[in-house]
């Protein structure tokens, strides 16, 4: 079942998990995540720190590492299942098929090479062009994602940027091999909030442009509502609920998506006013993660992993109150 018939799933996640192993015990990171993302459409995640946002991004690709380990699950991109793949097969994926934006742009960025010539290296990795052609790709590329005298900031180093700038070379970059998802983890975090607008402004202009997917990671649920066609809530590793934008500024139906969206109302920013704080994900509360801070908690709650409800086509929520 499609959330629009006519646009067919590009990436089905399929209840992955992803557990650390610490000396202190196992954190359950992501624990039985389940979505899909259509083509074409861009999609916000949303939830406090420490939900697993990133980690699940992470697992996509299999860049989970150290003590980590994907223990569980499927990742079908346009089919094939990612996980299955080699290490080989998997750098042709990422900022290949598979395009990512991190939040500092200081530390994706090589601070030892020239802005252009970074993108030319990435356009020269994925592809079989010549240095030239590389070049003249990496200099409009420069330009599409408004970088004003590029032929200047081609010879510039990273330094020599501003934050908000540095992000566009980023997001140059991880456009060079003209991905068919791109993923930002946090684009704006370290940015100014006159420039984080402008940033995902790129970013949607970007998808249409490129007719790509985009998946934009964020605390900000006010920035997720104003450019994504869906959300999904995760909370504490699962994922809480997921709709159409419109759905849910009309229509929240899980207590903590309310609550975010009452925070959201109140001041455009971070998460920090649903009363109590996340829980230590080594020993999570049972049943429903979010029942000590919910305000609609009864017994079952505090007993049973809460169901999937799907009440439509385009609004599924894990809760018991519904
Ligand atoms: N390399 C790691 N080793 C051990 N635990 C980790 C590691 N990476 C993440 N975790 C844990 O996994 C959980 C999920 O982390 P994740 O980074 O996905 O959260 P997030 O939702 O992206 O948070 P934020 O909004 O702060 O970026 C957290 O409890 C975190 O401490
Ligand atoms: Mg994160």
Redesign the pocket.
Known sequence: MSLRPWNRPLLEVKNLKTY?Y?RDGV?K??DGVSYSIFERESVGIV??????????MLSIVKLI????KIEEGEVLFEGRDLLKLDEQALRKVRGGEIGFIFQNPQTSLNPTLRCGVQIEEAILWHDRADRKRASERAMSLLEEVGIPAPAARYRNFPFELSGGMKQRVMIAVALSCEPKLMIA??PTTALDVTIQAQIVELINRMKAAYGMSTIL?T?DFGLAAEFSDRIIV?YA?RVAEIASTTEFLNNPRHPYSIGLLENAKMVRGRLNIIPGAPPD?IRPPSGCRFHPRCPKATTICREQVPEETRLSEEHTVFCWNI
């Open positions: 650390f610490r954190v990171a992501v939830g406090e720190s420490g939900s697993g946002k990133s980690v699940s590492r150290g003590r980590g983890d946090e990671i605390h995760m590793g994900m």
